[in-house]
């Protein structure tokens, strides 16, 4: 009975200490990618239900929506920090993901600035998180050949107007 128990945790530690994978192709690299990606994408639409629309002079509620809606962007450059690009993409790679950091920090920046009561300093760091993110960052993920990764959420859908709604001053 000892042998087959010392068997057992001798197995359970060679199969637990594999020998840590490589960097990926670049194939695998975007496949992983953009996986996470669309994953953090179906929570942050998820959250967007619930958090937007909080006017940033509330200065509590905002900050902490900001905070849940930066939860999934947070995940996702973990996770994509810890993927191993192929040497060729390395140095991209790497500056995409310092890109994102970047990103994840202006807005608990955004947060932060809430808290302390400075709700114009927030809107500029928001301003300045938008501009990366739909510049340096989506660029930099499109170089790299994600499809998933660096693109904007779809819009939010709107609701219809009502029958009774007053129309746009344009229709009068």
């Known amino acids: 009975m000892r042998t087959r128990l010392w068997f057992f945790l001798v ?27 669309s994953k953090s994408n179906a929570r942050l639409i998820e959250l967007r239900e619930t958090e937007e629309g909080v006017a940033l002079e509330e200065t509590d509620r905002a900050a902490i929506a900001i905070e849940r809606l930066n939860e999934p962007g947070l995940d996702t450059t973990r996770a ?33 600035a809430l808290r302390a009561g400075e709700p114009g300093k927030a809107g ?28 904007p959420l779809p819009p939010r859908e709107r609701e219809p107007l009502g029958r009774d709604a007053d129309p746009a001053p344009a229709d009068r």
């Open 80 to 112: 994509l920090a810890a993927l191993q690009p192929p040497p060729e993409l390395v140095e991209p790679y790497a500056r995409l993901v310092e890109l994102r950091r970047e990103r994840d920090s202006g807005l608990q920046a955004s947060a932060e």
């Open 124 to 151: 500029n760091l928001q301003t300045e998180v938008i501009e990366l993110s739909e510049g340096r960052l989506r660029a930099r993920a499109e170089k790299i050949g994600f499809e998933v990764c660096g693109q």
């Open 11 to 37: 197995l359970t530690v060679l199969v637990g200490c594999g020998e840590p994978q490589g960097p990926l192709t670049e194939a695998e690299l975007i496949s992983a990618g953009d996986e996470v990606c």
